[in-house]
């Protein structure tokens, strides 16, 4: 490729060549023939195409009618950031993420270069100033910001058909991996009019939980990581399949076994936005429907204890006997017409009020078609007791992947030593692990044992607090099973003398009848 002069330099030689040829194209207007314009038109465009052999693309920062900022603009921008900011001399700095850190940007006027597979190319920066004095709110009449972008044109089809495509690409890959995430949760419905307001609230997500720090069988840790991987890259195959890019997870196990810490270590890996859905929260069907076209596209649906949050077949027959007492009510209204008591009442109802959403609702918000409105979102439950979930709402398809997480084994407890005491071996690590075997513990009481508890607490040491722990715990589990088998025996005792004592009644009712019917 030849070398190519700077920009400047190109400038003052074009503006020269142009200066000429707008004087040689004066001339040509009045002295030559109109037959042979044509020809020496076409060899004056040759001849600036010689002369300056490059292609330039403009992107301006606003499109349509100036409100809407070009999408285009923006990923160009990021892309530029991170990639080419560094060779530029001038630099804007942008306070962002709640004035807390500083992007620099490349200022007005500035270029830089790029190179994509061997072609060197320019990007330049710039602003047209606006004519106008006055103060305008359409952003697009204080100045038109645009980036400009010279190559050579030989490179026409790569630049147009990959390059700007990688560019966009890439420049939308940092959005995402820059954005701060959120934790959204649903605004409790208050019902009644009035402005509008969102149906979720959020902060902005920092759980510092990661895969590398949650205690999970390596092997079953690794199956996750793959599974939600391949999910986040696999939007061609969902649309290839017909189905919605979307995928259920269930999390179950007792509490403590890192279910939540899971949920934020998913988050984290994928970067994706938390949704934490309170149920219970919800009104009914069709809100929750609402709440569901809110969210947006990467991001994590979470249930959490959905067990507890509705009693879904118990709801329903609830909600008939809430209306029966209702329409009572009405009837008793007229006749006490006590104001104040009934006020009472209804305040009462309200209070008493629980959410209506009903199973079919939530099936529906899983995957009924609403569901598909947004792409590559997860949706997770969690629960204690898988058992008592209805077998609709955990069928495969719904919940694509079911993760137990239960108590600490021993290839969690070498994980957590190695985290919390940096070890991968100690003396100690064999009776732990028969200890494990024996005494059920979570992760969440190991890792609280074995965490340093002052500065002169070495490993040994929290080991052996760990261990004396999990002696105390077998302890405790002997003595709960002979409670429980005291309790047991004392109520079978009971029933016993409970059906004697009813079989001496029997006999004796039996006695009463015979010298009824045979007095003598
Ligand atoms: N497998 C684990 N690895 C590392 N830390 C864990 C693990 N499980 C629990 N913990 C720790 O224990 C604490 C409680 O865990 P978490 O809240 O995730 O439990 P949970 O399963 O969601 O419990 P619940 O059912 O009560 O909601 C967390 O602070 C976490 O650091
Ligand atoms: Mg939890």
Redesign the pocket.
């Known amino acids: 490729m030849l070398p190519i002069p700077p920009m400047a330099d190109i400038m003052t030689k074009l503006s020269s060549a142009v200066g000429g040829l707008i004087i040689a194209y004066a001339m040509f207007q009045n002295y030559f023939p109109y037959e042979l314009r044509g020809p020496i038109k076409r060899y004056t465009q040759k001849f600036i195409s010689f002369l300056y052999p490059y292609i330039q693309i403009t992107f301006n920062e606003y499109q349509g009618d100036g409100f809407e900022r070009s999408k285009a603009y923006a990923a160009i921008q990021r892309y530029l950031n991170a990639n080419s900011t560094k060779q530029a001399k001038r630099l804007q700095a942008n306070v962002v993420r709640d004035s807390e850190s500083i992007v620099l940007s490349m200022a007005d006027h500035e270029e830089v270069t790029d190179e994509y597979k061997g072609i060197k190319l320019w990007w330049g920066s710039s602003q047209t100033i606006s004519n106008q004095q006055s103060i305008s709110i359409y952003p697009r009449e204080d100045g038109k910001r645009y980036f400009k972008l010279t190559f050579h044109k030989k490179h026409r089809d790569m630049i147009t058909n990959n390059y700007l495509k990688h560019v966009l690409e890439e420049g939308k890959a940092i959005t995402v991996r820059e954005r701060r995430r959120k934790l959204y949760t649903n605004n409790k419905s208050e019902g009644g009019y009035g402005y509008r307001r969102s149906m979720w609230s959020h902060v902005i997500f920092e759980h510092p939980?990661s895969f590398d720090?949650?205690?999970?069988d390596p092997r079953k840790k690794q199956e996750i990581i793959d599974d939600l991987i391949n999910f986040s890259k696999s939007k061609d195959y969902y649309a290839k399949i017909g189905k919605a890019w979307k995928r259920g997870y269930l999390?179950y196990?007792?509490?403590?076994?890192?279910?939540?810490?899971?949920?934020?270590a998913m988050a984290n890996l994928l970067k994706y936005d938390v949704y934490d859905l309170e149920l219970t929260g919800v009104k009914d069907n069709t809100e929750l429907r609402k709440l569901l076209i809110d969210t947006a596209s990467k991001s994590i649906i979470v249930i959490?204890?959905i067990d507890c949050s509705l009693d879904l077949t118990g709801q329903r027959e609830k909600r008939k006997a809430d209306k029966k007492k209702g329409d009572e009510n009405g009837k008793k209204k007229d006749e006490e017409k006590d104001e104040v008591k009934e006020k009472l009442k209804k305040l009462e109802e309200e209070k008493n009020k629980t959410s209506q959403v009903t199973l079919s609702g939530l099936l529906n918000f899983i995957d009924g078609l609403w569901s598909a409105c947004g792409e590559e979102r997860l949706i997770v439950f969690?629960?204690?007791y898988v058992e008592k979930l209805d077998p609709a709402l955990i069928r495969r398809g719904r919940m694509d992947m079911r993760i137990e997480?239960s108590y600490?084994g021993f290839e969690?407890f070498k994980?957590?030593a190695k985290?919390y005491l940096d070890i991968d071996s100690h003396e100690l690590f064999a009776t732990v692990g028969q200890q494990l075997e024996e005494t059920k513990m979570?992760?969440?009481?190991?890792?609280?044992n074995l965490m340093p508890k002052s500065g002169s607490d070495d490993a040994e040491t929290c080991l052996r607090r760990l261990m004396k722990a999990l002696e105390e715990a077998k302890e405790e589990e002997i003595r709960r099973k002979a409670e429980e088998e005291e309790k047991r025996k004392a109520e079978e005792e009971e029933k016993q003398k409970a059906e004697q004592l009813a079989k001496e009644e029997e006999e004796k009712d039996r006695k009463m009848v015979q010298i009824i019917i045979n007095p003598e």
């Open positions: 939980a720090t949650l205690a999970v999390l196990g007792p509490p403590g076994t890192g279910k939540s810490t899971m949920i934020a959490e204890d969690t629960t204690n997480l600490c969690a994980f957590l985290n979570t992760p969440a009481d190991v890792a609280e």
